[in-house]
């Protein structure tokens, strides 16, 4: 079958979203089906990748987000997806392209969104910029008519965790569908750890990994720094990822003398692999994050994670990780540090290994109904609602 995917807030330098949608391209194509990726960028490109055909749209930046493009012709998609003539349509942006569900529907395509993001969360962080005491009554408002309109333009909406869902549930949404993520446990894989043994004397290293954005909250990491080395810790920090707060982040890291060192975005998996074995916590400060594959990653190296409680992380990590509430993660840190490092980093591998690639592939071609999935992998995919 041809599906076609459309994605929004895909950069060049974009984590999560990107390795999700290259990792089940790439499962779809193994499978036989016909992956076709719509996106926007700088220029007009059509090619064949390992995650099958890639459509690139010329399509605006986003003032203020870092390099994040959206395919505003909504004439022009419309005309490319008649010429594609989809058997299914996998939308990855539920506010500019959720005009998409009326256009299958008209067409007969049957079409899922899937839910990279919480609404609620999103908003929240916005509005207390407006009136703090209106935030979370307005943000439930305004994310419950945004939901309720995508549950009505699809036939299924996909969220990757429990916690992703909830909104939905809110609503009543009958045609939620939960399919998890996963982490390649080949190239994210647990290796040797030089002058890594038991010498007190070095310094523990956290990294924190992800977009340097507001919605990631990554001032919390530095934050945490703080109050260790107020503690008396020996720690340093390598802060992965760039982004529009990078700037004022090495500003605040400068006055304060903090040891951190910002590499910015690391392109490889192997290189990225590396740095999260080198790592001995990983911070994932996040409170919007729906899944947290960066954090996933690192645990797939056998490297614990703080992360925080406020977002679907807790859920995630399991037991290999510490989640924590607030703007300071010290408290996760020092709690993991108070657990020997071989159990720790055994049950980090331990955790990432229920989460591989080929279990997510399947769970989203069985929401697509592909010929080649059978009813019984459609009925092990977890249902929010009964």
Known sequence: ??????????????????????????GYLAAGHEPVLIV???????????????????????????????????????????ELRPDALEVSDRTTLRWT??????????AVMVSHESCAALVNMAVPAIREDLADPLARRLADALNRATARNYDHVVCTTAWAAAEFERIGAENLLRAPLGVDLDTFTPRPRDGHG????????????????????????????????????KVRMIVAGDGPLRK???????????????????????????????????????????????????????????????SALPEVVGDAGVSVHG???????????DRPEADRRARARERAEQF???????????????????????????????
Not at 1 to 26: C, D, H, Y
Not at 54 to 80: C, D, F, M, N
Not at 327 to 335: E, T
Request: aromatic content about 4%; proline content about 5%; glycine content about 10%.
């Open 1 to 26: 079958m041809r599906i076609v995917r459309l994605a929004n807030f895909v950069a060049p330098r974009s984590g999560g979203m990107r390795t999700a949608l290259r990792e089940l391209g790439a």
């Open 40 to 82: 926007p960028g700088r220029r007009y490109s059509d090619e064949q990748t390992g995650q099958g055909r890639v459509i690139t749209l010329r399509g605006p930046r986003v003032p203020s987000t870092g390099g994040y493009r959206v395919l505003l012709g909504k004439r022009r998609v419309a005309a490319l997806l008649e």
């Open 101 to 110: 569900g009326k256009w299958a529907r008209k067409h007969n395509v049957p």
């Open 198 to 233: 038991d010498d007190e004397h070095r310094d523990i290293l956290l990294v924190h990994c992800g977009r340097l954005s507001l919605e990631k909250k990554p001032e919390r990491s530095l934050t945490t720094l703080a109050t260790l080395i107020g503690q008396g810790l």
């Open 248 to 310: 004022r982040l090495e500003r605040r890291a400068m006055q304060q003398d903090l040891p951190v060192t910002f590499e910015g975005f690391v392109a490889g998996r192997v290189e990225l692999a590396s740095l999260l074995n080198t790592a001995d916590i990983v911070l994932a400060p996040g409170p919007a994050e729906t899944f947290g594959l960066a954090a996933l990653e690192a645990l797939a190296c056998g490297t614990p994670v703080v992360v925080s409680a406020e």
């Open 327 to 337: 703007d300071d993660l010290a408290a996760g840190v020092r709690a993991l540090l």
């Open 356 to 386: 591989g690639w080929a279990a997510a592939v399947q769970a989203f071609l069985a929401v697509h109904n592909a010929g080649n999935t059978d009813n019984a992998q459609i009925d092990r995919i977890e249902r929010t609602r009964t």
